[in-house]
């Protein structure tokens, strides 16, 4: 159990009037929570301190060497103005996979819950009341070396800080255009894929500049060796119904397993879906878009919740998915997620992890 020492801010900022325009990850809270870790001590210092600053070494080594991992869910608050979490412990265990594959110290699933939920009590009143708005929790981990060698981290601070926000989207709920990328890569199998760490978003940004520029909102990544296979949406993983089947990628080692594709899989499930996890080539795709078949589009992620996709582009060609509408098990999966986070359903899963 961590010993949490807690500085309340002396100066609390203005929290946001107008919780319309959150927007996502602009607005950060009065506090932060941190540990530290060093390979002889083990983690020490756990604190929820005012946000502020951090001060490293220039020879940090996560400037250097990409030593950083982090995480994403969200505090909800309920209709009783309680507030609650989501599955954090499958966030907790992530967290603890891609330490191990990055060469982080683990924290232990026990200790993120604790800081968690006293990170989030202590951020309470930052918790936004209007619909579709939540608190934003983004736990990270980096190496703390003061020395250029190339090894594993010796010193590692892990920290969460929170913002407000609003939808991921400026379209909201509405469908988005997304990119199908056919030069870069994102990942390979036996690479870092799977980890959510910042390297795969540093090697995302090219792709995802040059859809932006072309109007779309995010890229959907083919796989690094066929260039054939469909992995996931930059940042969210991506499920279509075909011909009444629904197919997401597998888990291949290369994309990230998503909380929200996993609580997909589950509800979809359990209202008798036919769900299948397996490779879907591009081929299959374009050839579901040319004939009619490709009955909807969906992302999945923290941010996003679940997105409907309504235009695909691939190499020169645009394809509209649903009529560029909301299709009907996009809106289902919208609504169930949506309804168990903010407490509106009964969340007959055991998802929902109060905490105050
Ligand atoms: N894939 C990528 C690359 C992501 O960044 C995210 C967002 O976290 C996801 C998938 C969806 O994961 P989750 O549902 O756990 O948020
Ligand atoms: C999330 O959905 O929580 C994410 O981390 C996506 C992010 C990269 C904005």
């Not at 159990?1 to 950060?28: H, Q, S, V, W, Y």
């Not at 950083?68 to 265990?93: H, M, S, T, V, W």
């Not at 998503?258 to 609580?263: H, Y």
Request: glycine letters at 10%.
């Amino acid at each position: 159990m961590l010993n949490i020492r807690i500085e309340k801010t002396t100066c609390p900022k203005a929290k946001p009037t107008d919780e319309t325009a959150l927007g996502f990850g602009k607005i950060f809270t009065d506090h932060m929570a941190i540990i530290d870790w060093n390979m002889e001590k083990g983690w020490y210092d756990a604190r929820i301190v005012p946000f502020e600053n951090f001060s490293m070494h220039p020879a940090a080594t996560c400037l250097h060497y990409g030593s950083e991992i982090f995480e994403g869910l969200k505090a909800y608050r309920r209709a009783d103005g309680g507030i609650q979490l989501f599955r954090p412990d499958c966030n907790a265990r992530r967290m603890m996979e891609s330490a191990e594959r990055l060469c982080l110290p683990e924290l232990p699933e026990e200790d993120f819950m604790q800081i968690l939920k006293a990170f989030v009590e202590v951020e309470a009143e930052w918790t936004p009341h209007s619909p579709g708005t939540s608190l934003y929790l983004r736990p990270f981990m980096y190496g703390n070396d003061d020395t250029l060698g190339v090894h594993a981290v010796h010193n590692a601070r892990f920290a969460i800080i929170a913002s407000p926000v609003g939808s991921y989207y400026k379209e909201g709920i509405n469908p988005v255009g997304i990119m199908i990328e056919d030069q870069d890569v994102r990942a390979v199998r036996g690479g870092t894929g799977y980890a959510k760490c910042g390297g795969n978003y540093a090697a995302s940004n090219r792709a995802g500049e040059r859809a932006a520029q072309k109007g779309y909102s995010q890229v959907l990544w083919l796989d690094g060796v066929h260039r054939k296979y469909i992995e996931e949406v930059g940042a969210m993983n991506v499920m279509f119904k075909i011909n009444g089947e629904i197919v997401t990628p597998e888990l291949s080692g290369s994309i990230l397993p998503g909380v929200t594709r996993r609580s997909c899989i589950e509800v979809l499930k359990s209202k008798g879906y036919n769900v299948s996890e397996r490779l879907l080539s591009i081929d299959e795709l374009a050839e579901a878009l040319e004939n009619g078949t490709l009955e909807e589009a969906w992302g999945c992620g923290t941010a996003a919740v679940v997105s409907p996709i309504g235009k695909l582009a691939y190499k020169d060609k645009e394809y509209i998915v649903s009529g560029g509408k909301i299709g009907e098990v996009t809106q289902m999966l919208y609504d169930t997620l949506t309804g168990i986070q903010w407490s509106k359903i009964e969340d007959t899963f055991g998802w929902i992890v109060p905490v105050c």
